[in-house]
């Protein structure tokens, strides 16, 4: 793409968000969007950020990572912290304040920048050490990782410990939302198709012949790790500060985490519109099936679990597998040749 | 320097735990050589080559490749000093295509920064380009271009094992290192190695060093055999020295 054309969709994308978060705000004419509907649509927007980001260390690097809500934490509550604490400064700079929606939004972008840079930091000191080891011992120490991260949460006041950080100002609108998943999305995805998405692809097929092609893999692991902690950080940032009252210890535990890893597993591991697919089938899924607990209390996460179980006998690859999703599939099907 | 021999082993060991693989091993490979090490099954070749390549870190001795000391070095900074290998059991990267092998072992070269390809900068499209260029040249050399964007592991036996060698060569070697090339090789196939081998040295100036059990193959192309038994050198020389030694056909046959 040229710059011209790149700067043409990049104007284009914005203003669709900016329209779509209009309409999400305050509705269009007579319409207005149901807010039950926005807030799946935005949970969506930020669990597409998080299994999008996991798809790239689990995926596209297979390597196992399960402490994706420890970097959530680290980047959501260092994101919070900023916007509780010196968030009214930033937007008075701007003669607004964070409860007015321009004042938010511009508070948002060095709350999430600074949410980014810890979880980037965090990833970096968890990844160079841990990320000598394989497989089980390194979800392992993932998972370690992000229960200290969580119970260190708990013991600061600041923040809130235990009851959660109640002091959050929600700033978190749907532009800033679906503006992070695609930046997320587009970042995944140029990695893959460049130099440094076959080397980690190289890495996650053999390991030993990756590094006598000349591909350090402890640093390109560490790199992928890196971004991946950053973006979940994001995510924590958007998530920590939708509602009043998010932020809690308890709800960034390591089945946060599992949820994160069945979406892309539903999706299909190592598929970045596969991690799309799974992360919106799994954030409608559950609000869907609601009608079952108002005959069955409890039946609801039965039928959930069926589901899962049901497609990992027929599908254990995921919906996408490792393929992509391609408008060309929605096309009259073209007989190929077979090759010989 | 042109004179000056691209590898230089001196006392080698590599011992594990009790076992001794590879005895104080001694090896000069002249630039632009065809070099053979032999040996009997369990002589220790592969651990030789996997001293060379970094994989194992040598219990004593140094190794010098074109003038810089290596045997502390870890593989992928070996093949970026311009040492690059094939493997005995066949590593292709399975779940890419027969292109995107050959793209991959290009990485070290390319002048890509991460913030290119996330940005999608010109760089990064035209080192793409470039990359994807030299892949199918590669491809072209070794007869597999018709192949380019089938699963690598789709080919068959002896086309794995040629592409693995144009892997290795698009991480842009002056040394090549060949671990049993002719390995599950009918006679045709393994003819058909040997002029490419000899083409190889001649027309893309590189060194080899080979590893292989088919006599015929060894036989053919080295100029140089070193044969090897218990981690030992026994013999060195051409291969018609290597044929009457008496020592050599003790170790092949077994002794009286």
Redesign the interface.
């Known amino acids: ?1 040229s710059l011209a054309r ?1 700067l043409a969709v990049i104007v284009a994308t914005l203003t669709a968000l900016v329209v779509l978060n209009y309409v999400f705000e305050y509705g269009f004419g007579d319409f207005q969007i149901n807010p039950y509907y926005a807030r799946i649509i935005n949970l969506i927007g930020i669990n597409i950020t998080l299994a999008v980001s996991l798809n790239l260390i689990n995926g596209l690097a297979g390597q196992f990572s399960i402490g994706h809500a420890g970097f959530m934490a680290v980047g959501g509550y260092t994101a919070t912290y900023l916007t509780v604490y010196h968030g009214r400064q930033i937007a008075a700079m701007f003669g607004s304040t964070p409860a007015e929606p321009l004042g938010g939004s511009i508070v948002m972008i060095p709350s999430l920048l600074a949410g980014a840079a810890a979880a980037a930091l965090a990833g970096l000191l968890v990844g160079i050490p841990s990320l000598r080891l394989k497989g089980d011992y390194l979800a392992i120490v993932t998972l370690g990782f992000s229960e200290i991260i969580r119970v260190i949460i708990l013991n600061i006041p600041a923040v809130g410990g235990a009851t959660g950080f109640t002091d959050a100002i929600p700033i978190t609108n749907t532009f800033w939302i679906f503006a992070m998943a695609v930046l997320t999305i587009v ?1 995944t995805r ?2 893959a ?7 980690l ?2 890495i ?3 390991e ?10 402890t640093r390109y692991k560490v ?1 992928a790790f890196v971004i991946s902690a950053a973006l979940a950080g994001i995510a924590g940032g958007l998530s920590g500060q939708l509602f009043a009252n998010p932020l809690n210890p308890q709800n960034l535990n390591f089945v946060k985490s599992i949820e994160v890893i069945v979406m892309i597993v539903l999706g299909g591991i190592g598929s970045i519109t596969g991690a799309v697919l799974g992360a919106s089938i799994l954030t409608i899924l559950p609000e869907a099936l609601r009608g079952f607990d108002q005959q069955f209390p409890g039946l609801r996460m039965v039928i959930y679990a069926l589901l899962l179980i049901l497609l990992m006998i027929f599908r254990p690859q995921g919906l996408l597998g ?1 393929r992509e999703f391609s408008w060309a599939w929605l096309r009259p099907v073209k007989r190929r040749a077979v ?1 010989g | 320097m042109a004179s000056a021999p691209v590898l230089h082993v001196r006392g080698v060991t590599m011992r594990f735990g009790g076992l001794t693989a590879v005895k104080s091993l001694n090896m000069t490979v002249p630039r632009q050589a065809l070099y053979g090490l032999i040996g009997p099954n369990g002589a220790g070749k592969t651990t030789v080559f996997n001293v060379l ?1 970094g ?1 194992y870190c040598p219990t004593e001795g140094e190794i010098q490749f074109d003038g810089t000391r290596i045997e502390k070095k ?3 900074e070996i ?2 000093l311009g040492a ?2 094939t ?1 005995q059991n066949i ?6 295509s027969v292109l ?1 092998n050959v ?6 070269r ?1 002048r ?1 920064t ?1 913030p ?5 900068t010109r760089r ?1 499209r035209t ?2 380009n470039d ?1 994807r260029d030299r892949a199918m040249e590669l491809l072209k050399i070794f007869n597999l271009e018709r192949f380019a964007d ?1 699963p690598a592991t789709s080919l068959p036996y002896g086309s794995q094992r040629r592409l693995e060698i144009a ?2 060569l ?2 842009q070697p002056k040394l090549l290192l060949l671990d049993e090339p002719a390995a599950g090789m009918n006679p045709q196939e393994s003819l058909d190695l040997m002029r490419l081998i000899r083409w190889l040295r001649d027309e893309m100036k590189l060194t080899i060093l080979l590893v292989e059990h088919n006599r015929k193959v060894v036989m053919g192309i080295c100029e140089t055999i070193q044969v090897i038994d218990y981690g030992e050198e026994i013999a060195i020389g051409t291969p018609a020295e290597i044929q009457k030694n008496a020592k050599v056909i003790e170790a092949y046959l077994g002794g009286g």
């Open positions: 793409m790149k970042i140029n990695i198709h460049s130099t440094f998405g076959r080397a692809f190289a996650r097929s053999d030993i012949a990756a590094e006598a092609m000349g591909i350090n893999t790199m490792r090759l | 390549t994989v870890k593989p992928y093949t970026r690059a290998r493997f590593r292709l990267f399975a779940d890419m995107q793209m991959t072992a290009h990485h070290l390319t890509e991460l290119d390809a996330v940005l999608g990064h080192e793409e990359t089938e892997r290795a698009a991480t």
